[in-house]
């Protein structure tokens, strides 16, 4: 008896079942080890990967192409979930309580694992190396993919691709950019220390609390009146905390916030100033500070010549309509880290569905993905696979 299903929707099926298990059991940065160990026995049953692990919650399976020489390609998925209580009626809901796929990792990985299953049944007829890395800890400074390249997975990488599914843009359409796509999100604390004491009395204290509040207004200009406006850049104050009573000024007030910007010049300008404002502001006041700045992941840029070998494969698998100009985005992605190593691009797969009531926000208790955007990513992520471990990107493989 001959099977008559339609092995593209077999696979989609598949993917949609890895997907939903990996819902359903979510972890965090770092504890990725379920995750890890369901992503390597699915990957255990396809032919031909040679299967690591690079740090105890990710894996790395590596194909050789039978196709002779060609270029080295890492792919990558990234795996971890969100401290997020979820809030969908799905049956595939999040079990850990707290704990949620909110950002759609649990997408990304099995779109890869989809890619790994139909590519590792092309292996006779591809050249080159493909390395599927599952990356744990994305969300979470310093993140999975810097301690990946320290391990050593990105020496004879020649191209890197990552995809993520993108709730701002419809299903069935991909955003590709070339240049920055993705900004360096930085972070920041300052503490303002004064000398606290009555609330009746405050000529006898020095208020961090009204210096703070200068300081959050004051660092308003940096974005507004320092920075060349042609040149983009955020600057955040996300946390304001002191005081215990209505009566007591305290001694001191603690602030903390993000930075992000592309630019590597400006992104070293930004803390400079900061700093001779609290200082400045500060001092005027009689008080004193502490300024730390920690930088986060690089900015992502893509490579334009990858970026446009992409915009053919979307176009050649989804169709001419599918493929539009992304925005850039001020928000961050550890795949900078690979794209420090070797070129490559990182795109948005469409994943929302406004019919279907698909429209929520990423990291959010609602956060949802249309499904279809799956099967979107395996097929990219396959062709785009056949093009760029060809020596000449313009040809696929045969
Ligand atoms: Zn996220
Ligand atoms: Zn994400």
Same mark, same amino acid.
Request: glycine share 10%.
């Given at each position: 008896?001959?099977?008559?299903?339609?092995?593209?929707?077999?696979?989609?099926?598949?993917?949609?079942?890895?997907?939903r298990?990996?819902?359903?059991?979510?972890?965090?940065?770092?504890?990725?080890?379920?995750?890890?160990?369901?992503v390597?026995?699915?990957?255990?049953?396809?032919?031909?990967?040679?299967?690591?692990?690079?740090?105890?919650?990710?894996?790395?399976?590596?194909?050789?192409?039978?196709?002779?020489?060609?270029?080295?390609?890492?792919?990558?998925?990234?795996?971890?979930?969100?401290?997020?209580?979820?809030?969908?009626?799905?049956?595939?809901?999040?079990?850990?309580?707290?704990?949620?796929?909110?950002?759609?990792?649990?997408?990304?990985?099995?779109?890869?694992?989809?890619?790994?299953q139909?590519?590792?049944?092309?292996?006779?007829?591809?050249?080159?190396?493909?390395?599927?890395?599952?990356?744990?800890?994305?969300?979470?400074?310093?993140?999975?993919?810097?301690?990946?390249?320290?391990?050593?997975?990105?020496?004879?990488?020649?191209?890197?691709?990552?995809?993520?599914?993108?709730?701002?843009?419809?299903?069935?359409?991909?955003?590709?950019?070339?240049?920055p796509?993705m900004?360096?999100?930085?972070?920041?604390?300052?503490?303002?220390?004064?000398r606290?004491?009555?609330?009746?009395?405050p000529?006898?204290?020095v208020?961090?609390?009204?210096?703070?509040c200068?300081?959050?207004?004051?660092?308003?200009?940096?974005?507004?009146?320092?920075?060349? /406006?042609?040149?983009?850049a955020?600057?955040?104050?996300?946390?304001?905390?002191?005081?215990?009573?209505?009566?007591?000024i305290?001694?001191?007030?603690?602030?903390?916030?993000?930075?992000?910007?592309?630019?590597?010049?400006?992104?070293?300008?930004?803390?400079?100033?900061?700093?001779?404002?609290?200082?400045?502001?500060?001092?005027?006041?009689?008080?004193?500070?502490?300024?730390?700045?920690?930088?986060?992941?690089?900015?992502?840029?893509?490579d /334009?010549e990858?970026?446009?070998?992409?915009?053919?494969?979307?176009?050649?698998?989804?169709?001419?309509?599918?493929?539009?100009?992304?925005?850039?985005?001020?928000?961050?992605?550890?795949?900078?880290?690979?794209l420090?190593?070797?070129p490559?691009?990182?795109?948005?797969?469409?994943?929302?569905?406004?019919?279907?009531?698909?429209?929520?926000?990423?990291?959010? /208790?609602?956060?949802?993905?249309?499904?279809?955007?799956?099967?979107?990513g395996?097929?990219?992520?396959?062709?785009?696979?056949?093009?760029?471990?060809?020596?000449?990107?313009?040809?696929?493989?045969?």
């Amino acid at each position: 008896m001959t099977s008559t299903l339609d092995p593209q929707t077999t696979l989609d099926d598949q993917v949609i079942t890895w997907r939903r298990h990996l819902h359903a059991n979510p972890e965090l940065s770092f504890q990725e080890h379920a995750t890890a160990d369901y992503v390597e026995a699915q990957l255990r049953a396809m032919p031909g990967l040679t299967l690591s692990r690079p740090t105890p919650t990710s894996v790395l399976a590596v194909l050789q192409g039978g196709g002779g020489p060609g270029r080295t390609l890492l792919m990558r998925a990234d795996m971890d979930a969100l401290p997020i209580q979820e809030d969908t009626e799905y049956a595939f809901a999040s079990k850990n309580d707290g704990v949620m796929h909110a950002c759609g990792h649990d997408g990304h990985t099995a779109m890869l694992l989809g890619a790994a299953q139909v590519l590792t049944g092309l292996a006779s007829q591809l050249p080159g190396e493909i390395r599927f890395i599952f990356q744990h800890a994305e969300e979470l400074f310093p993140g999975g993919g810097q301690q990946l390249v320290d391990a050593g997975i990105m020496r004879g990488v020649d191209v890197a691709i990552g995809a993520h599914l993108f709730s701002p843009i419809p299903v069935g359409l991909v955003a590709l950019k070339a240049g920055p796509l993705m900004a360096a999100p930085d972070t920041f604390t300052v503490t303002v220390t004064g000398r606290g004491g009555h609330g009746a009395m405050p000529h006898e204290t020095v208020d961090p609390i009204v210096i703070a509040c200068h300081i959050v207004t004051a660092l308003q200009a940096i974005v507004s009146r320092q920075r060349d /406006p042609l040149e983009p850049a955020v600057l955040s104050v996300t946390t304001i905390h002191a005081g215990t009573a209505h009566n007591i000024i305290p001694n001191a007030v603690q602030l903390s916030g993000t930075v992000r910007t592309f630019d590597p010049g400006l992104r070293e300008q930004i803390p400079q100033w900061m700093e001779r404002l609290i200082r400045g502001v500060t001092e005027g006041f009689g008080a004193a500070y502490t300024f730390e700045y920690e930088c986060g992941y690089r900015a992502t840029i893509n490579d /334009p010549e990858i970026t446009e070998v992409l915009r053919g494969v979307v176009r050649d698998t989804l169709g001419e309509d599918a493929l539009v100009e992304a925005q850039p985005t001020m928000g961050g992605e550890d795949f900078s880290a690979y794209l420090s190593e070797a070129p490559g691009a990182f795109m948005f797969i469409g994943a929302r569905n406004e019919d279907a009531g698909i429209t929520a926000p990423h990291h959010h /208790p609602k956060f949802a993905i249309d499904e279809a955007a799956l099967g979107h990513g395996v097929k990219v992520l396959v062709e785009a696979a056949r093009r760029l471990t060809v020596w000449d990107t313009g040809r696929p493989a045969t």
